[in-house]
């Protein structure tokens, strides 16, 4: 067997390949650095940002911060500069990152499992009202995001979340970034085993490792046991997916190789069963290969994803064994269809015979005062923990039968339905042009503008529709809203206008999604030539298309069955 090796953050330099253009893998052309990312980053390893934040930065205030801490290292701890209040669309791809970017940062809470208890919760809101102005979003990463954080205020910031077990570690980076986990881990009556001991191991040995802190790029991880497959594992670096071998019982399904962005790549079995004693080594010996193999020269090319591309399931499985693990792991299932819809929405009876209830804000967007005032609201009724979703939700638990229905109406007069209409239910949103130096669009409020929108037009066939039909806007060609694998999907961009300037608009995806209870794998949504949308225009269009696939489709067909088999003239 080929021992790994354990390289440091500043190994020693390699040599590159003569007979090649070297991709800057370690094991292969040496550690040389071949970009200025990877040259900081060898310089000082990420984490050590945090004392000169403390110690420096939060005293000095933000000119006193260096480039390569600002634009690079903060990330390791959370904090990226937003984007500066009234730069529209078209200067995002013309001005430097210090003409977009304001004085003020996004910080992004780490929230492995999406798991949290009210007191965390509490504290969240508490610091939102405080120091961000009130603004917080649900990520579709499980994660809480602030904004408008000054320096000055980071550490007594960490220093809250921390006296509560909560953090903002690796939330940001080229490192393990937060650990999806199932919203329903260890409640759910039809789980097939529960994930969380495995998702704290993982966040408990590994997050915050220096070892780990220099990947070629970002590494997201998903793990779930419930049938439902509800943590997105077709698009993550890699993700654990609960199943029942034969003879060894309940474990996981191993899937690498997963994102989007630009370049969508769905992840692909291995083939592998991974037990619950082997699921921490496994998930470290994958990003492993990925610090070790994965591509560092071109930065566009530097995800797990091509270097799976290129190597194939076998050869990935057989690297992992061989030069990490150590031990063959035995063959295994593929998941099951799901059984029923992964966002979770609605009310459901635990295994214990308490509740559990999914709640949808519009596009994962609260405030710290709702924050504050749901941590009250459960509280007052017996309920202490929650968990937020990779669909921008929230969900309650142990919520006693008496209480369900005290308790759903608290969370609706908060703006947490949980019997939302299949537009509040099914849209997401990045964060858009208002705060990310990367978006060309708007896309919270053209959102919140949409659902409603579509709310009132449609309202004459809301009795059939799908319970499920997402609708997924993003401010840019990144696809953090995963455009890609929703039935509608929509990449702003910016289109030209009737005087000769410009309007914010999207390009459309039709009939992509992930397995779910109508279909057995995921597909990537279809482009028809020509079809751009305006943001003004947004709501007549999918009104239009949604009465399309409402007169034209068959018995039990989907949208996105009927979306790729139409005619593109149907479709515009």
């Not at 749901?374 to 009724?381: I, K, P, S, T, W």
């Not at 929703?486 to 999604?513: M, R, S």
Request: glycine content about 10%; hydrophobic content about 35%.
């Amino acid at each position: 067997m080929t021992q790994s090796i354990e390289t440091t953050t500043a190994p020693r330099q390699g040599r590159p390949r003569p007979s090649a253009k070297p991709h800057g893998q370690w094991k292969v052309d040496g550690t040389a650095p071949l970009n200025h990312n990877e040259e900081f980053k060898q310089q000082d390893n990420g984490l050590n940002v945090r004392e000169r934040i403390e110690t420096v930065y939060a005293k000095h205030g933000f000119d006193s911060i260096p480039a390569d801490d600002l634009h690079g290292r903060f990330r390791w701890w959370g904090l990226y500069t937003q984007r500066k209040p009234g730069i529209d669309g078209g200067k995002t791809a013309t001005l430097e990152p210090h003409e977009l970017e304001d004085r003020y940062f996004m910080l992004r809470v780490r929230i492995d499992g999406g798991a949290l208890t009210t007191e965390q919760l509490r504290v969240i809101g508490t610091i939102s009202t405080e120091f961000a102005r009130d603004t917080a979003d649900v990520t579709d990463r499980q994660n809480i995001q602030l904004h408008w954080i000054d320096v000055v205020d980071v550490p007594e910031i960490w220093r809250r979340l921390e006296a509560v077990g909560l953090s903002t570690t690796e939330a940001c980076g080229d490192v393990p970034r937060v650990i999806l986990g199932s919203p329903v881990a260890g409640i759910a009556k039809d789980e097939i085993i529960d994930p969380t001991p495995v998702i704290r191991e993982i966040a408990d040995r590994f997050i915050g490792d220096p070892e780990l802190a220099n990947l070629p790029r970002k590494f997201k991880s998903a793990i779930t046991g419930h049938p439902s497959q509800d943590v997105v594992h077709e698009i993550n670096d890699i993700s654990l997916v609960g199943v029942v071998h034969p003879e060894l019982g309940p474990g996981y399904d191993l899937w690498v190789g997963g994102g989007l962005s630009t370049s969508a790549r769905l992840a692909e079995r291995l083939g592998a069963f991974v037990s619950e004693e082997h699921a921490a080594a496994v998930w470290h010996g994958v990003v492993r290969i990925f610090r070790d193999y994965g591509y560092r020269r071109l930065r566009n090319k530097a995800r797990l994803k091509y270097l799976m591309n290129d190597w194939g399931p076998e050869k990935f499985r057989a690297v992992l064994e061989q030069e990490y693990l150590g031990f063959a792991l035995p063959d295994g299932p593929a998941p099951a269809r799901p059984s029923e819809p992964g966002d979770h929405v609605g009310i459901h009876e635990q295994k214990d015979g308490n509740f559990y209830i999914g709640a949808a804000p519009v596009v994962g967007r609260v405030s710290g005062t709702v924050l504050t005032r749901l941590a009250a609201l459960l509280e007052r009724h017996g309920s202490y923990r929650l968990r937020t979703t990779p669909h921008q939700k929230i969900v309650v638990l142990d919520v006693a039968p008496e209480q369900v229905d005290a308790v759903t109406a608290g969370l609706a007069e908060l703006g947490l339905s949980s019997s939302p209409s299949v537009f509040h239910r099914s849209t997401i949103a990045c964060t858009g042009l208002e705060f990310c130096k990367l978006a060309i669009v708007d896309t919270k409020d053209t959102a919140e503008r949409t659902v409603a929108g579509l709310e009132d037009r449609l309202a004459d066939v809301a009795d059939r529709l799908p319970a499920q039909l997402s609708l997924h806007i993003n401010g840019c060609p990144n696809s953090c809203a995963r455009i890609q694998t929703a039935d509608i999907g929509l990449k702003g961009q910016l289109l030209p206008d009737p005087d000769g300037g410009q309007t914010p608009g999207f390009q459309v995806h039709l009939g992509g999604g992930l397995a779910s209870t109508d279909r057995d794998e995921a597909g990537l949504g279809r482009t028809v030539r020509g079809l751009k949308v305006t943001a003004d225009g947004l709501v007549d269009y999918v009104d239009r298309v949604i009465r399309r696939y409402d007169e034209q489709h068959a018995d039990g067909e989907t949208f996105a069955q009927w979306a790729h088999r139409a005619d593109e003239g149907d479709l515009k």
